[in-house]
């Protein structure tokens, strides 16, 4: 609609495939974008359809930086995070979620697509790249949970967020050449920051405790 205008975090935005198709289809959105990789930031900085009027783009790490230094609390309408929360250790998990809670407007949603339990990729990994319930190492080093719908909900209701949609997307990938069909599961899902939440305090208690210790 014409008259809105939707501020949107996309949290681990990678090199910005997700956020300049709706730049370009929304002459109205402001987007902020963050990713771990200052590399990544880079490529999202040099993109022609980059401008500081319509978007914003820094480094975070989400489960330790706050994003309220680069994003006003309580101004984004709503939060994607697409295959990013998998990378990240599941006792940090809860942190992140925090962290964004803090910039997302009462009555905002988070949209969230990532791997799914079961899904090839997991069935894929040899018992010695396990590091924990559902949790992986990848050969580069890089980490990979995969979400059961249950424990998602709860990950989310217990950093203040109400589930909206939370179901898993079952896919085929066809490797004509080769004969090989394999299964992709993947978990698609809304949560929405109810209009009267009031923000923990956790991460704050996580950074302090930190510093404390670097201090020391």
Do not use: W
């Not at 809304?190 to 996580?206: D, E, M, V, W």
């Amino acid at each position: 609609f014409e008259s809105q205008k939707l501020v949107l975090l996309e949290a681990g935005c990678g090199v910005g495939n997700c956020i300049f198709p709706l730049i370009e289809e929304d002459p109205h959105i402001f987007v902020y974008a963050c990713d771990f990789s200052p590399r990544a930031v880079e490529f999202v900085k040099k993109n022609p359809l980059y401008h500081p009027e319509r978007c914003c783009a820094f480094q975070c790490d989400l489960t330790k930086d706050h994003l309220t230094e680069n994003v006003p609390e309580g101004s984004v309408d709503v939060v994607t995070l697409i295959f990013v929360l998998s990378a990240v250790h599941p006792d940090k998990m809860k942190l992140a979620l925090e962290n964004i809670s803090k910039v997302l407007k009462p009555g905002g949603v988070v949209l969230f697509r990532d791997y799914g339990l079961y899904d090839h990729a997991m069935l894929r990994f040899k018992s010695a790249s396990k590091l924990g319930d559902n949790f992986y190492v990848r050969q580069d080093g890089t980490r990979s949970y995969f979400f059961s719908k249950e424990f998602l909900a709860k990950l989310f209701e217990e950093a203040g967020f109400q589930s909206v949609v939370n179901e898993y997307v079952l896919r085929e990938t066809v490797n004509k050449k080769e004969g090989l069909c394999v299964a992709r599961v993947f978990l698609q899902s809304k949560f929405i920051k109810p209009a009267n939440s009031q923000t923990g305090s956790g991460l704050l208690s996580y950074k302090s405790s930190k510093e404390g210790k670097r201090e020391d």
